[in-house]
């Protein structure tokens, strides 16, 4: 049964970086595709960025394009999601989803927990 677990949130300056981790566990990843996504509190949760399955396709929130980047690592069973040039409104908990299939259309169907990140000076 596959699990995620996200982890690499923190505090960071305007303009910083982070990285954040997307952890499989119980599955493999190699044949779903992997969307990341954040909440804002007292907001409904929105997409941040999609990778399918096969790395074809990686799509991106217009909020983001520039400035974030998604990659995969199948040997290591973890998608990333590169971060920079951090604003102040990019503070919110992030999470990642596996869809049901290889498509970044596909519907999500395993979340992980979430990790903070939050951008202050």
């Known amino acids: 049964q596959l699990q995620l677990v996200e982890s690499g949130g923190g505090l960071v300056q305007p303009g910083g970086s982070l990285r954040l981790s997307c952890a499989a566990s119980g599955s493999t990843l190699d044949y779903v595709a992997i969307g990341w996504f954040r909440q804002i509190p007292g907001k409904e949760r929105e997409g941040v960025a999609c990778?399918?399955?096969?790395?074809?396709?990686?799509t991106y929130a217009e909020f983001v394009k520039g400035r974030f980047m998604v990659s995969r690592d199948n040997a290591k069973n973890t998608v990333y999601l590169q971060m920079n040039k951090l604003e102040v409104d990019d503070t919110a908990v992030y999470y990642c989803?596996?869809?049901?299939?290889?498509?970044?259309?596909?519907?999500?169907?395993?979340w992980g927990q979430g990790t903070q990140v939050t951008v202050s000076s």
């Open positions: 989803g596996a869809g049901r299939g290889g498509k970044c259309s596909d519907t999500v169907n395993v």
């Open positions: 990778i399918s399955a096969d790395s074809g396709k990686i």
